[in-house]
């Protein structure tokens, strides 16, 4: 056992180390736009930038129609395929799989040339239309952790008794789903909405290959043209994806919820 | 959710008892599934197989095999599997030290948070991080030089290289392996370890009989998720080199956007080469699983 | 008495504070069946897993034939165990498990496979050599454990509440099956268990354990009808427990509601006017009068529970419920609750409870 914790240490002093480091060289990194002491001119100066703003106020309304997209067509499925279809769910399971195994590019690359201006479907056509074909596509790329989260949320609780007990009540499906469902997976669908903001807020391939205004492009763009600055961006991703997974941390604590709820 | 209640609408009288129509409760999820999904990777394999005119050829596969492209798709397997193999070790030995290490039990939480950080923190923010540490004017990079004299780059090291990317992925692959591991090794039941010691196995014996095996399945499908998501990575790759490091995700990437050749079928066809690539990665992992899992129900 | 084949002496353990076992001691014959019973918490599992070598004991020594094992570690000891939730290798065969620490003791796959049939044979499952342990029911695989165990012919046998995780059918054929493999391979063996009545069917003596103590030794029809304390008393069996006052110690009369009773030189020695708890089983008490029974008190039915072949009848004494059994018999309809009844026993039946 003590040879056990020598090099359990040993492991977990090697990890801090590889982990610790790049944040710590990115912050340091970070403080140095100014020449000879620490600063925070870098942060004023991406914060200050009108195309950051821009940009990440883009993806941020990306990141929110891809959750809302992403839960109303998510929660009803995993439910019904619960309720109805449960010779269903190995299909379920494996399709939402499949973003995992097929690279995002190659994903594009395919709505790319299937929805081109000439085409049955000209969704490239527009900005409106490409808009939300990348918001589909933030909605495919967000499908396997969605999907977990959720199911994991429904096996929770016992689907078949509540609808019964809604629908005894004389509970239309919509008032179900609505009402029962949704409340009772509520802290699930946090936890799959916050992993899929941290995923889109970033994210480069899509938003660059559709040409569209997103705040992963405007990344590398500056890290392209300027030294400081993508430090400093780095640090500010850094701390939005913490957030996110401290926030996902938080609102499971709420997880179990007893079934009984006023509504 | 309108659709939901169509499908209960639409639910069978009740004079015909036999047909069931809740399958149309699944249409809007197949529907995107197809459109957005299938449809697209669909496209992409066929048009690896037809010629501008539409027709069928095999021009467009034998066209990878020139050198240049073929050495993209080595060094970009190279990478996946150096990721991978040591995301997984590394990964392994960081839960195997959380769950069975004995160390306090307070490192446990932090640990799997941070994993669980590290784990999305992918694509270009992660490679600024990198070349802010590792880079000819990173961090790590002054400190070994101007303490210890050590010249990393005089000794060959290239954060644009295959060795720089190998450990710039390991960021998000050792979390990743940390966090699919970890509740496997918790699942590790004691009395398998003590009945093993007691029928005179060694700690050595128990880990190549028992414990690998029950594990090796999780071993190997993260394996092969890890290879898919390093082969796949374009932000942090594109990043970090630029154009410079010619993996095929970035080929790719460069031909979709125009950079280089016009051929728009070579596109297909290298897209038709990655999902084969990681097709075969997650094929090789069912058969093994398959033939190493015929104890599981 | 044979010199001790286990002998545990001055045994003690504790996690921090805690003492789970004190002063612990035990000799253990060759080929004798020793059971470890007591509540949950009482130290049983943890003195067995000190035998086995999981835990360390603070303080005190483990001798196996004669060889000090207190420093070995469990793979060095030649010990064979049993656990409570089979804890079969799931990536194993039945037959792998079994020759499984043949195999890591390096010996030749000939003779492996000529000991696993033997083994296989020995629980009856001769057909079962290729099943995963997932496609055996519960008692199988807690055999397939036993055999595993027993493979590599160990010194000792050490079985932890193997039987608790079945349904109680399978609980009684098991565990006659493991007694009679016991005897037949003549194996020294300790036996943990909570269950009294697996206890007393099984061992050919009892340590009954409670905090971290052994509170007594002996076979089990010592334990059963000469308790040495009051907890072995209440643990072991129903008892009906009666408390009286002494009236005349020389005597040994004792004054119970709804009577007295002649304890003979019991409680010689003690005061007149002080308290006494006597206590008495169930089957020593009858309903009426009987020949030869010198206690007789009355009382009030208040429950009849019919159990098929046993009657289970609860009467009130003073302020005492005694329960006592009769036997079912077809020709006579069972007592009704409400009447009153005179109850009988032999004071020599009594137990006086000292602590």
Redesign the interface.
């Known amino acids: 056992m003590k040879q056990n914790r020598f090099w359990s240490f040993l492991f977990l002093a090697i990890g801090v180390l590889y982990f610790l480091l790049p944040l710590i060289g990115t912050f340091e990194f970070s403080l140095k736009m100014r020449r000879g002491v620490y600063s925070l001119d870098a942060y004023e100066a991406v914060i200050f930038d009108p195309r950051f703003q821009a940009t990440f106020g883009y993806s941020v309304m990306m990141a929110l129609a891809t959750i809302v997209v992403g839960v109303l067509l998510v929660v009803p499925t995993a439910y019904w395929v619960r309720l109805k279809l449960p010779s269903w769910r190995p299909v379920l399971e494996f399709v939402t799989l499949l973003p995992l195994v097929i690279p995002p590019i190659v994903i594009v690359f395919g709505y790319i040339r299937l929805y081109n201006t000439s085409s049955w479907l000209p969704l490239t056509g527009t900005a409106m239309g490409t808009n939300i074909l990348l918001m589909f596509g933030y909605v495919v790329l967000s499908l396997p952790y969605m999907y977990r989260a959720i199911d994991t949320g429904l096996r929770a609780i016992d689907v078949g008794t509540l609808t019964e007990a809604a629908q005894s009540l004389g509970a239309g499906w919509i008032t179900i789903m609505w009402r029962v469902i949704l409340p009772n997976v509520f802290v699930a669908v946090l936890s799959g909405a916050f992993l899929t903001f941290a995923i889109v807020i970033g994210e480069f391939v899509l938003a660059a290959l559709l040409n569209r205004p997103a705040f992963g492009p405007y990344l590398q763009l500056i890290g392209a043209n300027r030294a400081y600055e993508p430090a400093a961006l780095a640090v500010i991703a850094f701390a939005i994806t913490w957030g996110c997974m401290a926030l996902i941390q938080v609102v499971s604590r709420f997880a179990p919820r007893p079934p009984a709820q006023p509504h | 959710m309108n659709d939901v209640t169509a499908a209960a609408a639409a639910a069978p009288p009740a004079y015909r008892p036999k047909l069931s129509f809740a399958w149309v409760g699944v249409v809007p999820f197949v529907a995107f599934a197809f459109l957005f999904l299938i449809l697209p990777t669909l496209q992409i394999v066929t048009g690896a197989f037809r010629n501008p005119a539409g027709e069928f050829t095999l021009a467009n596969v034998a066209n990878l095999f020139q050198p240049s492209i073929l050495s993209a798709y080595w060094i970009s397997i190279r990478i996946s599997v150096a990721s991978a193999f040591l995301g997984c070790v590394v990964g392994f030995l960081l839960a195997w030290a959380i769950v069975l290490g004995g160390l306090p039990s307070w490192v446990r939480s932090p640990l799997l948070t941070f994993s669980g950080v590290a784990s999305n923190f992918a694509g270009v923010p992660l490679a600024f991080a990198f070349l802010s540490t590792f880079g000819r004017l990173g961090l790590v990079t002054l400190i070994l030089r101007d303490w210890f004299g050590i010249n990393i780059y005089a000794y060959g090291f290239n954060i644009l290289s295959f060795g720089g990317l190998t450990l710039t992925y390991l960021f998000f692959q050792i979390p990743l392996m940390v966090l699919i591991v970890t509740p496997a090794l918790d699942g590790m039941r004691r009395e398998w370890r003590e009945a093993a010691s007691i029928l005179g196995a060694t700690g050595f014996q128990y880990w190549r009989m028992v414990a690998l095996p029950i594990l090796w399945p999780t071993l190997l499908g993260t394996f092969a998720l890890l290879f898919a998501n390093a082969f796949g990575a374009v932000a942090t790759a594109y990043a970090l080199t630029g154009s410079s490091l010619s993996i095929v995700p970035i080929l790719l990437f460069a031909q979709i956007r125009g950079d280089v050749l016009q051929d728009p079928h070579l596109g297909y066809a290298l897209a038709f080469g990655m999902i084969v690539v990681t097709g075969i990665a997650n094929f090789v992992y069912i058969w093994l699983r398959t033939r190493s899992e015929r104890w599981i129900k | 008495m044979s010199d001790p084949f286990l002998s545990i002496r001055q045994v003690r353990k504790a996690f921090g504070p805690t003492v789970v076992v004190q002063e612990f001691n035990l000799d253990v014959k060759q080929g004798e069946f020793v059971s470890f019973l007591g509540p949950s918490g009482c130290g049983k599992t943890t003195m067995l897993r000190i035998v086995?070598?999981?835990e360390e004991p603070s303080a005190g020594t483990v001798n196996i034939g004669g060889k000090d094992v207190t420093a070995l570690?469990?793979?060095?000891?030649?010990?064979?165990?049993v656990?409570?939730?089979y804890?079969?290798?799931?990536?194993?065969t039945v037959a792998g498990n079994i020759g499984?620490?043949l195999?890591?003791?390096g010996k030749p796959a000939t003779e492996i496979r000529s000991r696993v049939g033997e083994m296989l044979d020995l629980i009856k499952l001769q057909d079962f050599g290729n099943r995963?342990?997932?496609q055996l029911s519960g008692g199988q695989q807690q055999r397939v454990?036993l055999a595993?165990?027993m493979a590599?012919r160990p010194q000792v046998l050490?079985l932890d509440e193997p039987l608790s995780a079945l349904d109680a059918k399978v609980r009684v054929s098991l565990r006659e099956e493991i007694r009679a493999i016991q005897k037949e391979l003549g194996i020294t063996t300790v036996f943990v268990t909570h269950d009294q009545e697996e206890a007393l069917s099984m061992s050919d003596r009892i340590v009954v354990m409670y905090n971290g103590c052994a509170e007594q030794v002996g076979t089990p029809f010592e334990i059963y009808n000469r308790p040495a304390t009051r907890f072995v008393a209440g643990f072991v069996g129903t008892l009906n427990v009666i408390e009286g006052t002494i009236t005349d110690p020389t005597a040994g009369t004792v004054s119970i509601a709804g009577g007295a009773v002649s304890v003979g030189n019991r409680v010689a020695g003690r005061k007149a006017g002080e308290a006494v708890s006597l206590a008495l089983r169930p089957e020593a008490i009858a309903l009426g009068r009987r020949e030869g029974r010198d206690g007789l008190v009355k009382g009030t039915i208040r429950e009849v529970s019919f159990l098929g072949s046993v009657i289970r009848v609860r009467v009130a004494v003073g302020e005492a419920l005694l329960s006592l059994d009769t036997f079912n018999n077809p020709a006579s309809p069972p007592p009704v609750a409400g009447e009153t009844a005179e109850i009988s026993f032999s004071s020599s039946d009594m137990l006086i409870l000292d602590r």
């Open positions: 086995a070598g999981f570690k469990p793979n060095q000891r030649n010990i064979g165990m656990f409570q939730a804890a079969l290798f799931p990536n194993m499984f620490g195999k890591v003791a995963y342990p997932y454990a595993r165990a590599p050490l």
